[in-house]
């Protein structure tokens, strides 16, 4: 069975913003994105332990700053919905409900609908007695009605645009393997022509080879005809042995603490090149320094080493090491 919900849950965790530009304009242009939004997921799975409340592929609760002064920051709930399912829109207020009484924070609820059934459009939750009446909408994007818009997913330079097509693919070829190779070798095209960072395409090709599985011999052709299309774009190599290895044998079968272990040293080498390229050769301070970070502040400190003016300014936003208790 092709596992959807862990490439979801790291394309919303790694590319936020992206998603809720293409998914949710209207929530993308109120959040201020000077400010790092927080994942709070395991704060969410306290908050809505019931395993009644129905199957997904993955949520997520988010805590961000508006633009707007007046509130200091809210709550998104996303919820990516896999199958078609009764009482989705009863679970969703539910979250809503336990979310705004647990946080005492306005709370905005988003349901990504990437099921198959073009009608299942599930938008709003009532309940009405005596009088007493409940209206609870959402607002939903169905990952379905972009095949109609494919020109416009291909042309995009937003990242999510990327994870959408391999998606829709993904559900189009499932029962076709020659079509899921020449789709997956198509949108790998796609992908090193869009010129995005080294960890983006990481990143993008790990969703790509989680979503599109492929049987054994095809997938040992794609390997070939990959390697190829890399020399022919004159690429470094994005992919090394082990990560193409961790990917044939640990990711797909969701080895979880693997799948972190490559994803961090990725990150790693990202930071180590950027900072090269921009401010010169590493000595060994600081590379011990990169050494030492998180993942989330890798992911940090690579932004800020992109728009930094020089290393000194990069240096003075360097997570403090953690002091001993």
């Known amino acids: 069975m092709t596992d959807f919900d862990s490439p979801w849950k790291e394309a919303v965790d790694c590319f936020l913003q992206d998603f809720l530009k293409l998914l949710f304009p209207l929530v993308h242009d109120v959040v201020d994105w000077t400010r790092e939004p927080e994942f709070l997921d395991k704060e969410l799975q306290q908050i809505v332990r019931d395993a009644e409340l129905g199957r997904r592929f993955v949520d997520k609760l988010v805590k961000v700053w508006l633009l707007d002064g007046r509130e200091q920051w809210v709550l998104i709930h996303i919820e990516v919905q896999g199958d078609e399912e009764s009482g989705f829109e009863r679970r969703m207020f539910e979250y809503f409900m336990r979310l705004t009484d647990a946080y005492d924070r306005p709370v905005i609820s988003l ?16 309940s009405e007695l005596c009088g007493c009446r409940i ?34 693919k993904s559900k189009e070829t499932r029962r076709d393997p020659e079509a899921r190779l020449m789709w997956k070798l198509s949108l790998c095209r796609n992908l090193y022509r869009a010129g995005w960072i080294r960890e983006d395409v990481l990143e993008l090709l790990r969703f790509l080879d989680w979503i599109m599985v492929l049987p054994a011999a095809l997938a040992a052709d794609f390997t070939k005809q990959h390697d190829v299309m890399e020399r022919e774009h004159a690429m470094p190599a994005y992919v090394t042995t082990w990560e193409r290895n961790a990917l044939a044998k640990g990711l797909v079968e969701g080895r979880v603490e693997g799948r972190t272990e490559g994803r961090t040293e ?11 390229v921009r401010f010169g050769q590493l000595d060994a301070a600081l590379l011990e320094e990169i050494n030492r970070l998180s993942e989330e502040e890798l992911r940090r ?19 403090k090491p953690a002091q001993p208790e």
Request: aromatic share 10%.
């Open 111 to 126: 349901a990504v609908l990437a099921d198959e059934n073009p009608d299942w459009r599930p938008r709003a939750y009532e």
């Open 135 to 168: 209206l609870f909408e959402y607002p939903i994007a169905k990952l379905l009605d972009w095949s109609e818009r494919w020109s416009e997913l291909e042309s995009s330079q937003n990242r999510i645009a990327f994870a959408v097509m391999a998606h829709l």
């Open 266 to 276: 990725a990150l790693r080498e990202t930071l180590c090149e950027t900072i090269e």
């Open 301 to 319: 400190m690579h932004r800020a080493a992109l728009v930094a003016s020089s290393l000194d300014e990069l240096k003075a936003q360097w997570p």
